[in-house]
C-alpha cells in the first residue's frame, strides 16, 4: 500500500542547517489541521495540495514552520490518529508526490514542516492488526476475567468513554486506550521500536523537520496492568500519574528518538525535532520530555488550562519557565488546538481577551503553538447537528479530548477549564472547515462543499474580509508576528517580572514590555514607555497609560 513518488528527488534543504543554537527554542509553529485548512478538489475535505497552495499566506502571516496533523492512510476512525499505514497519505488527502510538494514549497518559502507520528496505536486495520499470529506480538492482547473470560482484563476506561478493553472472536481482549479502532501497540517489542525509527527515517528523507509526538506520554504501560481502583478516569488525566500515561518508562523511548533525530540531523546538515504532546500532572513532570537527551519541545497544557486571572496567569508562567529552565530547555505555549475549546470561546466567550491572551503567549520566552483559525479570531462553533458530528467521543458518549488532557468536559473536568464554553465537550467545534473568503459558506475553503457547516455570519471574519483592516485579529497576529521577528530576545530571551497593579501583569523581555489587563474594566498606570502594539486601543495621557479592560499591550522602553 507504501506509495511511490512519482519523480523521487533528494530530500530539499531546510532552512538554517545544521546545529546551532536550536530554531525551535522561539519558533512560532502554526499547526495545520488538514482536513479544515483548504479543500483543492470539492470533495469538502481539506487535502495536501490545498494546504500547499496556501502556504504563501502563512508566510505571509509570518511564522516559522507549519506542523500537519495525520494526513497517512487511515480509515478515519479518529480524524486520521487512526493509521493504517504510516508512508502512504490517505486518498483524502492525496498522494506522496503532494506531500512531497508542500515540503518543497514550504522550504522554498523558508517555512519548516512538521509531521505527526502517532506511536501509541495504530488503525485496526493495520496489516500488523488484521495478522492473527503478529497481532497477539506486537499488541496488548490479555485473556479476560470471570469464570470464562467474560470480563475485561482491568477496570481502565478509554478516554473516549466505556471500557480501555475490547473482546475478540477468539476471546481474548485488546487494549485501546482510545477507539476501539485505535488498538495500543506492545512497547515492550523490540519490533515496534525498529518499526517507528524507520518510519521517522522515511519521513526525514522526504524533508521533515521533525515530529510531533501523539499521546508521547502513552506508550508504557506500568507493569501488570494494575486497577486503578476508580471510575471517571479520564479526570484524573493530567492530574496524576495512571499505570497507562505519564509512565518513566516512555522517557527511554524519546532518548532513542533523540538520538535518532540528532544523528539525522548532523549527518544531514539540519535541525530535526520532536515535540510531545504529553499531558503531565506537574510542570516538573512535563519537563522530563524535555531534558537534553530527549525531545525538543512539550506542549505546554497548564498554560492552555489556565484561567484568565493575572495570579493564575503568573504561577502558571513561573511554574513552566522554572521547570523547562532547570533541564535548559524552552517552553513551548499554546492556546488552542484540534482537541480544545477555541481560545475565543474558552475565555468567556470574549475575543477581547482572546486577542490578549495572544499577545501575552507571543511576549514570553519560548516557542508558540498557533492552531489555524485563531488568527481569525475564529469562536467554538457550538451547533453542530448530530448528523454532522465525527468526534468518535461523541458516539462513545466519553470524554472531549482526544489529548486526554483535563478533559474538555466542563461537569466533571478538575478545572473545567479547557473546556469552557463548548457545545458539550466534543472535538467538532474547533474542527469547523476556515473560512476564506466570500459572504457565503463555503467562505472559499474550496469549489464544493465543508465536510462541518460553517456558520452563516462567518463573512466578516474570513482572511479576505480581515486583510488590511488594522483593527482586525488577522491584522494584530501579522503586527505581532512581524515584531517578534524584528525585536531580538523576543523569542528565547530574559523575562522580569515588572510591579503591576492587582489583576495586571506586567513583565519586561529585551528591548519591550509588556502589561496585560486581566480584569474588565480600565486600569491607569504610569506610561512605563511608548505603546508598539496593542490587543485593544491603549491611550497616554500625561504619562499615564490607560489599560483598556481585558487587554494587553506591548511598550517600548
Ligand atoms: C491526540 C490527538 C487527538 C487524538 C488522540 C488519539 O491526543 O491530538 O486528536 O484523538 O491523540 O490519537
Not at 509553529?29 to 496556501?54: N, T
Not at 473560512?435 to 474550496?446: C, D, E, K, N
Not at 462541518?452 to 491584522?475: I, K, N
Not at 530574559?494 to 513583565?507: E, I, N, Y
Request: charged letters at 20%.
Amino acid at each position: 500500500m507504501t506509495q511511490e513518488l512519482t519523480s523521487p528527488s533528494p530530500a530539499p534543504q531546510a532552512p538554517g542547517t545544521g546545529r546551532g543554537p536550536g530554531w525551535w527554542r522561539d519558533a512560532v509553529i502554526y499547526q495545520v489541521y488538514v482536513r479544515s485548512f483548504a479543500d483543492s478538489d470539492g470533495d469538502g475535505i481539506g487535502d495536501l495540495r490545498g494546504a500547499r497552495e496556501r502556504l504563501p499566506y502563512l508566510k505571509d502571516l509570518g511564522v516559522d514552520a507549519v506542523w500537519l496533523t495525520p494526513f497517512y492512510a487511515s480509515p478515519q476512525a479518529d480524524g486520521g490518529y487512526d493509521v493504517a499505514d504510516y508512508r502512504a497519505v490517505d486518498p483524502l488527502f492525496g498522494t506522496l508526490q503532494d506531500a512531497d510538494d508542500l515540503i518543497r514549497t514550504a522550504h522554498d518559502l523558508g517555512l519548516r514542516v512538521i509531521v505527526d507520528i502517532v506511536p501509541n496505536h495504530t488503525s485496526d486495520r493495520h496489516p500488523w492488526f488484521q495478522d492473527p499470529e503478529l497481532s497477539r506480538q506486537r499488541y496488548l492482547f490479555r485473556p479476560g476475567k470471570g469464570e470464562s473470560g467474560e470480563l475485561p482484563p482491568n477496570d481502565w476506561e478509554s478516554v473516549f468513554g466505556g471500557p480501555a478493553w475490547t473482546r475478540t472472536d477468539r476471546g481474548d481482549w485488546y487494549l485501546h486506550l482510545f477507539a476501539p479502532e485505535q488498538p495500543d501497540l506492545n512497547w515492550d517489542n523490540p519490533e515496534v521500536h525498529t518499526e517507528f525509527e524507520a518510519i521517522m527515517r522515511f519521513w526525514l528523507d522526504l524533508g521533515v523537520d521533525g515530529f510531533r509526538v501523539d499521546v508521547a506520554h502513552g506508550m508504557i504501560k506500568a507493569p501488570g496492568l494494575p486497577d486503578i481502583g476508580h471510575g471517571a478516569q479520564a479526570q484524573l488525566i493530567g492530574a496524576q500519574v495512571l499505570p497507562f500515561f505519564d509512565q518513566d518508562g516512555v522517557h527511554a523511548i524519546h532518548r532513542a528518538w533523540r538520538r535518532l533525530l540528532d544523528g539525522y540531523g548532523d549527518a544531514h546538515g539540519r535541525q530535526v525535532i520532536g515535540v510531545a504532546e504529553a499531558w503531565a500532572p506537574t510542570a516538573e513532570r512535563l519537563a522530563l520530555y524535555v531534558r537534553p537527551d530527549e525531545l525538543h519541545q512539550a506542549f505546554n497544557f497548564q498554560f492552555l488550562n489556565a484561567p484568565w486571572q493575572s495570579d493564575a496567569l503568573r504561577s502558571v508562567i513561573d511554574a513552566s519557565l522554572a521547570a523547562t529552565a532547570s533541564v535548559g530547555a524552552p517552553t513551548t505555549w499554546v492556546l488552542s488546538n484540534h482537541d480544545v475549546v477555541r481560545h475565543t470561546t474558552r475565555l468567556g466567550g470574549s475575543l477581547a481577551r482572546a486577542r490578549a491572551a495572544t499577545l501575552l503567549m507571543l511576549a514570553l520566552p519560548g516557542s508558540a503553538y498557533l492552531y489555524q483559525g485563531e488568527e481569525l479570531g475564529l469562536p467554538e462553533v457550538t451547533d453542530l447537528p448530530d448528523e454532522v458530528r465525527q468526534d468518535p467521543a461523541f458516539f462513545r458518549g466519553g470524554r472531549a479530548t482526544g489529548a486526554a488532557g483535563p478533559g474538555t468536559d466542563t461537569e466533571s473536568a478538575p478545572d473545567g477549564v479547557a473546556a469552557a464554553g463548548g457545545q458539550d465537550g466534543f472535538r467538532d467545534g474547533c474542527r469547523v472547515p476556515l473560512p476564506w473568503s466570500g459572504a457565503l459558506p463555503p467562505y472559499g475553503f474550496g469549489p464544493g462543499g465543508s465536510w462541518l457547516p460553517q456558520p452563516a455570519d462567518w463573512g466578516g471574519l474570513t482572511v479576505a474580509a480581515q486583510t488590511g483592516d488594522p483593527a482586525s485579529t488577522l491584522e494584530l497576529y501579522r503586527a505581532a508576528l512581524d515584531l517578534r521577528r524584528r525585536l531580538p530576545g523576543l523569542g528565547d530571551g530574559p523575562m522580569t517580572w515588572a510591579p503591576a497593579p492587582d489583576g495586571v501583569l506586567a513583565f519586561t523581555r529585551p528591548g519591550l514590555l509588556c502589561t496585560v489587563n486581566t480584569l474588565g474594566h480600565d486600569v491607569g498606570l504610569p506610561a512605563p514607555g511608548t505603546p508598539l502594539l496593542s490587543s485593544a486601543p491603549v491611550t497616554v495621557d500625561d504619562a499615564t497609560g490607560r489599560l483598556p479592560g481585558d487587554s494587553c499591550t506591548w511598550w517600548a522602553i
